[in-house]
T-cell receptor
């Protein structure tokens, strides 16, 4: 079992609400990632971080924001949720060196539904 | 365009039978190829990672093969069990970008019936 945790596992909220999806890992990995996955579709990278105070946008444009104040913590925030944000959000971490992504360890995911 | 295509999209087999899942990719320059297993409602779990020089890698009843010349990989599952029911995702990494970017397939949904 990988030591990477996501909360909440399931969240149903109304349009316009602010939400934060939490992700924590205890493996000391510098690299952390957020992916978005819709049913039957491939994972899309929306944010990544190479270490504390480092955050970058991924390939898929997202209205969410992330922060990396501590190595183990990589929360994702939506200031004003919309139905189009309904999706599965997966957090991952890796110990890859340099350009090497390394083996990815995923959390269990947060299933977000915006009404 | 860098892409990863998996086939079949879905597969149903009986418990105890073997099956093979396919992955074709156009990612270049190639770094490594990974297979993940994703149970419904859970995060993906790594099965194997293969580099250019590796053409076979096993993890228990799972055996992955890689042909870097034809840009094809397969995942063979032996003596399937009910717990093998999951989506199997092929992921290819390139070595041409600063990120070591990963390209994900859409997965093959495997269902094992008793």
């Amino acid at each position: 079992e990988a030591d990477i945790y996501q909360t909440p596992r399931y969240l149903v909220i109304g349009t316009g609400k602010k939400i934060t999806l939490e992700c924590s890992q205890t493996m000391g990995h510098d690299k952390m990632y957020w992916y978005q996955q819709d049913p039957g579709m491939e994972l899309h990278l929306i944010h990544y971080s190479y270490g504390v105070n480092s955050t970058e946008k991924g390939d898929l444009s997202s209205e969410s924001t992330v922060s990396r104040i501590r190595t183990e913590h990589f929360p994702l925030t939506l200031e004003s949720a919309r139905p189009s944000h309904t999706s599965q959000y997966l957090c991952a971490s890796s110990a890859g060196q340099g350009k090497n992504t390394g083996e990815l360890f995923f959390g269990e995911g947060s299933r977000l539904t915006v009404l | 365009k860098n892409q990863v295509e998996q086939s079949p999209q879905s597969l149903i087999i009986l418990e105890g039978k073997n099956c093979t899942l396919q992955c074709n990719y156009t990612v270049s320059p190639f770094s490594n190829l990974r297979w993940y297993k994703q149970d419904t409602g859970r995060g993906p779990v790594s099965l194997t990672i293969m580099t250019f020089s590796e053409n076979t890698k096993s993890n228990g009843r799972y055996t992955a093969t890689l042909d870097a010349d034809t840009k094809q990989s397969s995942l063979h599952i032996t003596a399937s069990q009910l717990s093998d029911s999951a989506s199997y995702i092929c992921v290819v990494s390139d070595r041409g970008s600063t990120l070591g970017r990963l390209y994900f397939g859409r997965g093959t949904q495997l269902t094992v019936w008793p």
